[in-house]
């Protein structure tokens, strides 16, 4: 449905991860930068094993009719995206993020990396993840933390440390290789802007502090409380260049949308399908790797998520039936 002021009703869908809602409400605040919408979102619990292949009743929130596109990311959203088509009787047009592991023709289209190597009539296959990184978002991030960024001398340097993964681990001894890495730097006067995820582990985020918090040319937000709101975006606005470790693909292409050179420092394991992704962001002169010295040089920022939005848009007319009173 549109509502009475004839913006699209777009509902997104996913387990709650702050990685899984970027990709969601990118996808879907791309579109609305084109078009009239009005955004909706709702967080999917795990499935039980009742509800593994569809869910059997909408969340709370979903009674007053159903949208006209559906984004959807993350294994617990599945059973919705599934269940959504039989419920709104195939009037909306459902998207998946990721490699669905499910037979792709339960979507009417699936956004994946590259480097996930799905085919199909259906499948649009991009550089990374879609995000939310956008030119006005940067902007509007910088301006709130305008303040503590503007008493960090130039160059600044962001560092974006993500953690333990199923392919990669943050181990004591690559914690103290980068943390080495950063100190020189920071001793020679370059700012560092450094943030952790939720998979970084304790004992980083309390060496860094211990090593690096104190600095007057370092912020260091971990998440704690004291820290206050996370500055995320606005590390990559005012950063000359942006240090990612190489176990997200969400922070790598953060940077690289950004516009910023990005420097992927290497963690222990196996990058498997993700070597793809290193690679192909290699090919674009998008990323080079972190040897411990600050390096700039120039960037023509990664638009997958407007790409994937303009198509999105496109085949989702494509799958209207024709009603001249549908956007009016």
């Not at 303040?147 to 914690?175: F, M, W, Y």
């Not at 860094?208 to 370092?218: A, M, P, T, W, Y």
């Not at 990664?302 to 024709?322: C, I, N």
Request: proline residues 6%; aromatic residues 6%.
């Amino acid at each position: 449905m549109s509502d009475p002021a004839g913006e699209l009703l777009i509902w997104t869908i996913s387990d709650g991860r702050a990685g899984i809602d970027n990709q969601v409400l990118g996808l879907a605040e791309a579109i609305a930068e084109m078009i009239p919408c009005k955004i909706k979102s709702f967080l999917a619990p795990r499935p039980s094993l009742l509800t593994l292949l569809a869910a059997n009743r909408p969340l709370p929130g979903m009674e007053n009719g159903w949208p006209k596109l559906l984004i959807c990311c993350g294994q617990s959203s599945l059973p919705y995206a599934k269940a959504m088509r039989k419920w709104s009787k195939g009037q909306t047009f459902c998207i998946q993020l990721q490699a669905p592991r499910r037979p792709l023709k339960q979507f009417d289209m699936v956004i994946a990396p590259n480097h996930d190597q799905l085919t199909g009539e259906n499948v649009l296959s991009i550089v990374g993840a879609t995000n939310r990184i956008s030119k006005p978002r940067l902007t509007k991030a910088r301006e709130t933390f305008a303040e503590r960024i503007d008493q960090l001398p130039c160059p600044r340097l962001a560092v974006v440390i993500g953690g333990n993964s199923k392919r990669h681990k943050l181990t004591k001894e690559k914690l103290k290789e980068l943390r080495l890495h950063l100190e020189r730097l920071a001793k020679t006067n370059v700012s560092l802007m450094i943030t952790t995820s939720r998979r970084t582990p304790g004992f980083a985020k309390r060496a860094l502090r211990r090593r690096l918090g104190k600095r007057e040319n370092v912020w260091l937000w971990t998440g704690a409380k004291k820290d206050g709101d996370n500055p995320y975006m606005a590390f990559l606005d005012a950063a000359s260049a942006v240090i990612v470790t190489s176990d997200s693909t969400n922070m790598l292409t953060d940077g690289a949308s950004a516009g910023k050179p990005v420097l992927m420092f290497r963690l222990d394991g196996e990058d498997g399908k993700f070597s793809d992704l290193h690679d192909e962001l290699a090919d674009k002169n998008l990323v080079h790797p972190f040897t411990g010295s600050l390096a700039t040089w120039d960037v023509e920022p990664l638009d997958e998520t407007r790409r994937a939005a303009e198509e999105a848009l496109r085949r989702f007319y494509g799958h209207l039936k024709p009603d001249p009173d549908t956007f009016d």
